[in-house]
Structures are given as structure tokens and as C-alpha cells.
């Protein structure tokens, strides 16, 4: 590592499960949120001391206004962008 430092993240990991807020389970909730927040958050906690050139992320407009179907997606996104 002291060789080729870490000086940048890019996370796009990623995954939408289509289901309503009325009937999304915790597993479904728990599935979105390990592939869109948990890794960037965990990224961000490893690397907080080290300078970076760049700590890219791939959100979704549905963290801003919403998508039909996608209750649990917005709400990662919406997570991804705070972080940001
Ligand atoms: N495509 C779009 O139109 C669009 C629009 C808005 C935002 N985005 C965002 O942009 C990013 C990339 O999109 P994409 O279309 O390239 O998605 P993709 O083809 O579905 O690829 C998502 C990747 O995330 C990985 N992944 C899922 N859960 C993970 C976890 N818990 N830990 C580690 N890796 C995990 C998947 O790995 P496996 O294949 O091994 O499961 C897959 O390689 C995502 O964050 C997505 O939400 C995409």
C-alpha cells in the first residue's frame, strides 16, 4: 500500500428492489441498503484520515423526488447523498 496508496474511491454499487412501501420487507430493506450505503459508509470510515483526489458515488434521482416502486432504493440514495 505505501507503493500505490489508495487516493481515490469509486463506489458503484448498487441494487433496486421494486416493491411498494406498504409491502417492502426488512430483508428487501437490509438487501438495498448493503449494496448502496453500507459499503460507501464503510469506505468513508476506513479512509477519513487519508487524503483523496477524488470519493466518487452513483446516486439516483429517486433519493431527491422518489420513484414509483422503489420506496427502499429512494431512501438509500437519499442516504448516499447525505454522506456526500
Ligand atoms: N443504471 C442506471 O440507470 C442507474 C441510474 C441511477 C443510478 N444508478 C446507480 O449507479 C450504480 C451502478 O449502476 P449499474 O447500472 O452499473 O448497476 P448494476 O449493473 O446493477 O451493477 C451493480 C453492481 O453492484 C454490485 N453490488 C450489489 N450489491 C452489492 C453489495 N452488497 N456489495 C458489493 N457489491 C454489490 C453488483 O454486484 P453483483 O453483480 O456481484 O451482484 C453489481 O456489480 C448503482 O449504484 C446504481 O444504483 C444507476
Same mark, same amino acid.
Given at each position: 500500500?505505501?507503493? &500505490?496508496?489508495? *487516493?481515490?474511491?469509486?463506489? $458503484? $454499487?448498487?441494487?433496486?428492489?421494486?416493491?411498494?412501501? #406498504?409491502?417492502?420487507?426488512? #430483508?428487501?430493506?437490509?438487501?438495498?441498503?448493503?449494496?448502496? +450505503?453500507? /459499503?460507501?459508509?464503510?469506505? *468513508?470510515?476506513?479512509?477519513? #484520515?487519508?487524503?483523496? *483526489?477524488?470519493?466518487? +458515488?452513483?446516486?439516483?434521482?429517486?433519493?431527491?423526488?422518489?420513484? /414509483?416502486?422503489?420506496?427502499? &432504493?429512494?431512501?438509500?440514495?437519499?442516504?448516499? #447523498? /447525505?454522506?456526500?
Amino acid at each position: 500500500l505505501a507503493e &500505490y496508496p489508495v *487516493d481515490a474511491v469509486v463506489h $458503484a $454499487a448498487g441494487t433496486v428492489v421494486n416493491t411498494s412501501l #406498504d409491502a417492502v420487507s426488512a #430483508d428487501e430493506l437490509a438487501q438495498v441498503w448493503a449494496g448502496k +450505503v453500507a /459499503g460507501a459508509v464503510h469506505l *468513508d470510515a476506513v479512509l477519513a #484520515d487519508r487524503p483523496l *483526489d477524488a470519493f466518487v +458515488v452513483f446516486s439516483s434521482i429517486a433519493g431527491v423526488w422518489g420513484s /414509483g416502486g422503489q420506496a427502499g &432504493y429512494a431512501a438509500a440514495n437519499a442516504c448516499l #447523498d /447525505g454522506l456526500v
